[in-house]
Each structure stands twice: as structure tokens, then as C-alpha cells.
């Protein structure tokens, strides 16, 4: 038996999330079919990020177990040939069989995009999340820098989490003007995160930035451990789960 | 009676063009519904560039008009109400009863973007053509300067168009690496473009740069005027009309 590790891409405007579901089409549940097909046996992929419905990926990662003799590199291009076109193997290889995706100290890179237009632009829809009218950039710097380092993130946790440690550490937050025009992307590098967790801080960020709060305050926030004080969670459809690097 | 100018960005995936037919939605069919819903008068638009099925629009123009009282900077949040979300008015402004988009001298931009990546990235998969490969950047450039100036573009113009006189001025085309990681972009300017112009530009260079072609053959091909000697039409959904500027 050989483990495979898969780097995957996708857009998730059209899938229930990454979580095999009963209904609806989730990345992974046509993982497991593709990856079915193309073996001529059942299998079931395990999975490093489970990211929420709407969520994009370019470099979320997922292992499976297989007897087939195919060469590890080029399970990617057999695997796609089986995958509908918004979803993409970009790269595989072989890994120890005790090798986890859960279970390695890895590096998240996560990108929040921002349409900064008065209106909103039709070819960003799919994935930012426009937010018009004044922005203060470097107040949003500021608050992020609370953020960054070792945390109790309950604040910034989905309260339906069954999560018992909440203690996380956020490497770098940079709030980044785009090359692209009208774009602002907030880019979070860390060790690992809770559910929600980007989207609550993206959120927060932004009304930070529009002055409803001080930066400061996110010092609060954070000591509250509690979500009812952190803000709006932002869209999924603006978050992109970029790299999992290991450490 | 006032005429109104608008500028209409839109991601052309969903919609068969531009233009109005009668099978399948069009940007111009759903212009018309949208204005006809909200003024209460049946409407139609004239739109300055009919761009083809699957192309994009950041700022192609369309004019109507109204006896309708609305302020005209007013017009485009009110039209938006109406519209799928994939088209959007980005401004509204009000002009002579006499000025028609297609009679006005303008510069045209259009934007022709290629992933470059091993795999196709299922974030690119609406808007650029995947081309994987080497290509001589350089080579794609020289190739291109025979295109600049004013020429008879007959070769690259589709065989199926009607229009007689295929002199056009191209000002510039840049062949830039994008601060995305893994695109390239063919940003073209000028006066005016024969029916698939810019795409049949597009896969020239591409053929250019894939070596196919030397950078000089292009200037026998623009002599030859005649589109079998052009190379493929690039597919459209990496086709951006980008803007549409008075001069």
C-alpha cells in the first residue's frame, strides 16, 4: 500500500466546502469519486484544511491510500482527467504511510481579497468581497499587529465550535494594496486555524479600517475570549486557502 | 428626450456576447430588460463593441434613451437593481442626443491574459487560456512590433466578416509578465479592431513564442492578407475589454 499526497486547487463558489456531505457536491467527495474511477477501487482521500463552503483553494492538500503501481507524479494528471475543470490536482508525490495531513506542523498561507470599487466589479465577484467607501489602511495594520503571535482566538472562533484549545499563532498579518486595481488583500501566514477564524479576523480588519472601532480595541477583544465580541464574519467567497508548507 | 452613456463591465462566461439574438441571454438583451423594467418604457441600447461570446468587459459603453427624469449619475446604481450580478453599470453620465458610441474616434484596451501554469488554475479557468510551456517573451515582443503602426489586418480578421476596409491602427501591444504569479497579459491598444483581432494577435504571438513562428514571419503574414496564414483564433475567455477612452 502507497500513500499519495495531493496538492489541490479549486473554486469553491460552486461546491458545499471541502467536508463530504450527504447532499451537495463537496472537493471532496469528488476526490473520492475521481480517485475511485481512475483505481477501479473505492477510496476515501483525508484531507489538511476543511474549508467552509464558498471558500477557494490553490494549495490545500489531501492523502490517500492506494495498491495501484501508477508513478506518484502522475496520479495529478490521471486524477484531473476525472475532476470537473474547477477543481485541480496541481501536483502529487509519495509520502511515508504514516504520513498525516493533520498531524505535521505546517505554515497556512490564507489570502482575504477585498473590491475596493464603488461598484462592484463582475470579475472579481466569484472571489472578493466588496467593501466600499473609505478605508484606513494603516489603522487596520495596527489592530492586525494584536493579532499576530500566540493567542487564546476564542474571540475569533465560530461559536459552534467543538474546539477545546483555542490557542493558535499567527506568524504575519499584511494588509496589501494589490497590483490589480481596486483590490486589498489581507494576507495571514500561521500554524493553524480555528473555524471561521480568517474570516473573523478580515472582518473585524475592515471595521477597524471604516473607523467603527480603534485599533486598540482589538486588544480587547481578543482578552474577552468570547465571539459576540469580535465582528461580522466576513464572506467566505473572499478567502483562498494559498500554501500549507511544512515546517 | 436625454441620452444616457453607460460603462458596463460584465463576466461574459454566462452570456452568448454581446448582442441581442433570439436564443440565449446577451449583455445587450439583458441592458434592455433591465432599462425597459425600470423606466417603464420598452428600450434598447447601442453598444459600442459587440464582444464575443465568452469575452469580458471592464468598460465597454452603451447608450439610451429616456424621457425618464432620473438624475443621470443615478442611472447606473438604479439599471444595477435589475441586472444579474455577473453585469454590472459601472458609471452613468449624460450626453447629446447626437453622440453615438461607434461614431466617436476612441482608444480602445483590451486585456488577453494567459496561465501559464503546469496545470490549468481552476482560479484563472473563466479568464485566461492555459498555455503550458516555454514561451520567448522576447521573441513574443519583436513579433509584436510588426503589428504596431496602421496596416491592413485582413489576416487577422475572422473570413466571416462583412466589413470591407481591414485598415486599422494598433498603438501598442504589451507583452507583460503580471504581478500574479503564473499569468501573462497581451494588453493591446488602438483606433479600432476587425472582428476577432485581438484573439487571432493573441494566438499568433502565442505560436511566436512557442517557436512555431519566427518573430519576422509575422510581417509576410500581415502583407499576405489572407487569414489562412494568421494562426488560431486564442479562445475567448481570456479576452478582456478593458476600456473604451475619447480621443
Given at each position: 500500500m502507497r ?5 489541490v ?9 471541502w467536508q ?8 471532496e467527495?469528488?476526490l473520492?469519486?475521481a480517485?475511485s474511477e481512475?483505481?477501479?477501487s473505492?477510496?476515501e482521500v483525508?484531507?489538511?484544511s476543511?474549508?467552509d ?5 490553490l494549495?490545500n492538500r489531501a492523502v490517500?491510500?492506494t495498491?495501484?503501481s501508477?508513478p ?7 486524477i484531473?482527467?476525472?475532476?470537473p475543470?474547477?477543481?485541480?490536482v ?8 504514516s ?6 506542523r505546517t505554515?497556512?498561507?490564507y489570502?482575504?481579497?477585498?473590491d475596493?470599487?464603488?461598484i ?5 465577484l466569484?472571489y472578493?468581497w466588496?467593501?466600499w467607501g ?6 487596520m495594520?495596527a489592530?492586525?499587529?494584536y493579532?499576530v503571535g500566540?493567542?487564546d ?14 490557542t493558535?499563532?499567527?506568524i504575519s498579518?499584511?494588509?496589501e494594496e494589490s497590483?490589480?486595481?481596486?483590490e486589498?488583500v489581507?494576507?495571514v501566514?500561521?500554524y493553524g486555524?480555528?473555524?471561521n477564524?480568517v474570516?473573523?479576523?478580515?472582518g473585524t ?6 473607523g ?6 482589538v486588544s ?10 469580535a ?9 483562498t486557502l494559498?500554501?500549507?508548507e511544512?515546517?
Amino acid at each position: 500500500m502507497r500513500r499519495i499526497l495531493l496538492t489541490v486547487a479549486y473554486d469553491g463558489t460552486d461546491y458545499h466546502g471541502w467536508q463530504l456531505q450527504d447532499n451537495g457536491s463537496t472537493i471532496e467527495g469528488e476526490l473520492n469519486r475521481a480517485i475511485s474511477e481512475l483505481t477501479g477501487s473505492v477510496t476515501e482521500v483525508i484531507g489538511a484544511s476543511r474549508t467552509d463552503s464558498g471558500v477557494h483553494g490553490l494549495g490545500n492538500r489531501a492523502v490517500f491510500d492506494t495498491e495501484s503501481s501508477i508513478p506518484a507524479e502522475r496520479f495529478g494528471p490521471a486524477i484531473n482527467t476525472f475532476l470537473p475543470d474547477d477543481i485541480r490536482v496541481m501536483s502529487s508525490t509519495e509520502v511515508s504511510a504514516s504520513w498525516h495531513p493533520r498531524k505535521v506542523r505546517t505554515v497556512k498561507t490564507y489570502e482575504y481579497r477585498i473590491d475596493r470599487g464603488r461598484i462592484e466589479n463582475p470579475l472579481m465577484l466569484r472571489y472578493a468581497w466588496h467593501v466600499w467607501g473609505e478605508l484606513d489602511l494603516e489603522a487596520m495594520r495596527a489592530a492586525a499587529e494584536y493579532l499576530v503571535g500566540e493567542h487564546d482566538f476564542t474571540s475569533f472562533c465560530a461559536a459552534a465550535s467543538q474546539v477545546e484549545d483555542k490557542t493558535r499563532e499567527i506568524i504575519s498579518i499584511d494588509v496589501e494594496e494589490s497590483a490589480a486595481a481596486g483590490e486589498l488583500v489581507i494576507r495571514v501566514r500561521g500554524y493553524g486555524f480555528l473555524y471561521n477564524m480568517v474570516r473573523i479576523i478580515a472582518g473585524t480588519l475592515v471595521t477597524v479600517g471604516q473607523g467603527k472601532i480603534a485599533p486598540e480595541d482589538v486588544s480587547g477583544i481578543l482578552e474577552a475570549r468570547d465571539r459576540t465580541r469580535a465582528c461580522e464574519t466576513a464572506p467566505a467567497k473572499g478567502l483562498t486557502l494559498v500554501s500549507i508548507e511544512d515546517v
